[in-house]
């Protein structure tokens, strides 16, 4: 059965590479390969062993390409901004649109999980014995922030790190008050910045056969038995995820960027669908600035909003699924919630997105620090982990989307969104 599954996706492979040849777009094969990988999985469930390799393959290269395009990328934006003042006001309207996200994302929480009542007369037993995920000090999550050893955090793709000594070279090219003598690094940094994007270019057009492979083999191991007792939060998870990625995210592009959203809801879904797929905020980052940059934003605040939007804000892990654990607890446990405690809910998911940043195994760190802030038994959130690596399927996304939303309304709201190219 694994040999015939692969066969089975080797022939999609075939259909896929027809349909490029014939000229369809790209985005309706990566949604043909999303129909079919689920398809597949669920013909072919429990034997996608000889599958998920094409998958991980896809996955591994995007993830080794992050961390140089990332570096490249930010002391170009940096440099290219020209004084500090630039930067800040880029770096401030970004982190702005971001905390929107995450704030809109647990309400929308909220209001789902009231609305689907997840919690109320569930029968659960607090496991007592679970190892409980460790959350790191506050002032080592500010120390982890800067670099210490910067090749390590290259190899270990740790971004933010990154995203921090990229931008310091960039101030300290900015500094330099003989520009002429750093045009040679500059010059290199610009080339390189180049030559990354093309290897971005290269890599995503294998998107479809990656999708197809990663969601067949997502959808072919799911255990079903193990995530039917949770399945109403599975089912507020994605509703919740979706919702914001579909619809809330329209709404601030139009308020906050005073755009017609839709293309934008067109042309980021390859992106949205590979980071649905790859399950990689990080990961995903090549896409998410690829697809900016072809709508119209600038390189600058594209590659900016996308490498800050998978550490900070991230509605997705940081909002809606510690909200969602928050209210079944709260419903299991017959506890009165009012609108103080809900106010101080939107507070604490909105801080700790960026107290975590970075931090490996973000959603359950992230919800580990809100249960742990709101006084709630920490033990919920391993309660969840039969379902968890599901939904991470929609959280991942949302970020995504998120991150790729905070880059266009930047750009329209500094007035450098290529209006023609984004409403071509």
Same mark, same amino acid.
């Given at each position: ?5 692969? @066969?089975?996706?080797?022939?999609? *492979? ?18 043909? &390969?999303? $129909?079919?990988?689920?398809? %597949? +999985?669920? %013909? ?30 930010? /002391? ?49 037993? %607090? ?10 000090? $506050? ?22 790190? #990154? ?28 080339? +390189? ?21 990663? /969601? ?7 255990? =079903? ?7 109403? =939060? @599975? ?6 995820? $979706? ?8 709404? !601030? ?5 005073? #755009?017609?959203?839709?293309?934008? @809801?067109?042309? *980021? ?32 605040? &594209? ?8 550490? $900070? ?10 909200? /969602?654990?928050?209210? *079944? ?5 017959? !506890? ?17 997105? &960026? ?17 742990? &802030?709101? +006084?709630?038994? #920490?033990?919920? =959130? ?43």
């Amino acid at each position: 059965m694994n040999w015939l599954a692969l @066969l089975s996706v080797f022939v999609i *492979f075939g259909l896929l590479h027809y349909m490029n040849k014939k000229g369809v777009s790209f985005l309706v094969r990566v949604l043909t &390969a999303t $129909f079919l990988g689920g398809v %597949i +999985g669920l %013909i072919f469930a429990g034997h996608t062993e000889y599958v998920q390799p094409i998958g991980r393959i896809y996955a591994n290269l995007l993830r080794a390409v992050v961390t140089p395009l990332l570096l490249f990328s930010v /002391i170009k934006t940096v440099v290219s901004l020209n004084d500090l003042e630039s930067l800040s006001s880029i770096g401030g309207r970004t982190m702005a649109a971001l905390s929107v996200h995450n704030v809109l994302g647990t309400i929308g929480a909220i209001v789902f999980s009231l609305l689907f009542n997840i919690g109320s007369g569930a029968n659960v037993t %607090i496991p007592t014995d679970a190892e409980i995920a460790e959350v790191p000090a $506050f002032t080592d999550t500010i120390i982890s922030f800067f670099p210490s050893n910067f090749i390590g955090h290259m190899a270990e793709n740790q971004v933010l790190p #990154v995203i921090v000594f990229a931008a310091l070279i960039g101030v300290a090219i900015l500094l330099v008050d003989d520009r002429e003598s750093v045009a040679p690094f500059v010059s290199f940094i610009e080339a +390189g910045d180049k030559v990354m994007f093309q290897l971005v270019s290269i890599v995503t057009k294998f998107t479809p056969y990656a999708v197809l492979s990663l /969601i067949a083999n997502r959808i072919g191991t799911m255990d =079903v038995e193990s995530m039917q007792s949770l399945l109403i =939060v @599975l089912v507020t998870a994605f509703v919740a995820t $979706f919702f914001h990625s579909f619809v809330t995210t329209t709404g !601030i592009n139009a308020v906050l960027g005073k #755009v017609n959203p839709m293309p934008f @809801l067109k042309k *980021f879904m390859p992106a949205w669908l590979i980071g649905f797929s790859t399950q990689s905020s990080t990961g995903a980052i090549p896409a998410n600035v690829e697809a900016q940059t072809k709508m119209g934003v600038p390189d600058s605040v &594209a590659s900016f909003a996308a490498s800050i939007g998978s550490t $900070f804000g991230m509605p997705g892990c940081a909002a809606i699924w510690p909200t /969602i654990i928050v209210m *079944f607890t709260v419903n299991a446990m017959n !506890i009165n919630y009012g609108i103080t405690d809900y106010l101080q809910l939107i507070l604490i998911c909105l801080l700790v997105s &960026a107290g975590t940043a970075g931090v490996p195994g973000v959603a359950t760190i992230v919800a580990t620090s809100v249960m742990t &802030a709101l +006084g709630l038994p #920490v033990e919920m =959130v391993i309660l969840m982990t039969p379902i968890s690596a599901i939904v991470d399927m929609g959280r991942t996304a949302t970020n995504v989307k998120a991150a790729g939303s905070a880059g266009l309304v930047v750009a329209a709201q500094t007035d450098a969104l290529d209006k023609d190219l984004y409403y071509a």
